[in-house]
């Protein structure tokens, strides 16, 4: 089993139309201040290791990064404390920073029903509410509507007390896309989107982990 690095998962996911962050990965000091000048700021950083599973409960996720200075300080003192913790530290994720509402989209190969699709609310609330729908694959449009429906989240997504709703349709898509990968993709066994951030026009992955069997990388 192989872990997938950010960028090819981010092709590969590009590539079947599903849309990922505007972000770049970063070797050096010099090479972030530039690549932040082209993404923008606001931005988020993280740090791009083979070592650090859960990013932000380790302080490696810094969001909200408003100016070169910051940036700057984010990128030594991630440095120092990746080589404290004996993490490699191959330098620096940078995202444009996007507000919006966090959801999960997940694949795994279940060893009884070979593909199936998680839905449910994001970001660290996952564990927390056990608000998640599964379907197997195939999956078209009606199905990942009915998943989402089922979840307590599309009550917040779909405009609770006057918020304005996220693009659900565009939601569907995502789920949809994600069920025919896994299953054009047998060496896929696992895959998370964890979040999208989703708004009112658009479902964008921040956050990918794909897990392929004797991959590449
Ligand atoms: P990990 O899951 O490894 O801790 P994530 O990349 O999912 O790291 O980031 C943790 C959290 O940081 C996300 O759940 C989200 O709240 C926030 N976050 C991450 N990337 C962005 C982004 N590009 N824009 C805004 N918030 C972000
Ligand atoms: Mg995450």
């Known amino acids: 089993m192989k872990k997938m690095n ?9 590539s079947r139309g599903i849309d ?9 000091l010099r090479e972030t201040v530039s690549k932040a000048e082209e993404i923008g700021y606001p931005l988020v950083a993280k740090i791009d290791s083979p070592d650090v599973v859960h990013k932000s409960d380790e302080g490696f996720v810094e969001t909200n990064i408003e100016n070169e200075e910051q940036l ?8 120092k404390r990746a ?3 004996a993490a ?13 509402k966090e959801i999960i989209i997940g694949g795994k190969t279940d060893s009884q029903f070979g593909p199936v699709v998680l839905f449910g609310m994001g970001g660290v609330f996952v564990e927390l509410f056990e608000d998640t729908s599964l379907r197997i694959v195939p999956i078209n449009k009606e199905e990942a509507k009915e998943m989402m429906k089922e979840t307590k989240a599309y009550e917040l997504l779909s405009g609770y007390r006057g ?14 896309k994600v069920g025919r990968l896994m299953t054009e993709n047998p060496e896929i066994k696992e895959m998370d989107l964890n979040p999208l951030l989703v708004d009112s026009d658009s479902a964008k992955t921040v956050d990918l982990r794909i897990i392929k069997e004797n991959g590449d990388d």
Do not use: C, W
């Open 72 to 79: 700057k300080n984010t990128y030594e003192e991630m440095k």
């Open 88 to 100: 490699h530290f191959k330098g620096l994720i940078l995202q444009e920073h996007l507000e919006g």
């Open 163 to 176: 918020e304005e709703p996220v693009d659900t349709e565009k939601i569907t898509e995502v789920i949809v």
């Open 20 to 28: 990922v962050v505007k972000s770049a990965n970063t070797h050096s």
């Open 6 to 14: 950010y960028s090819e998962a981010k092709e590969l996911l590009e």
């Open 83 to 85: 080589k404290e913790r």
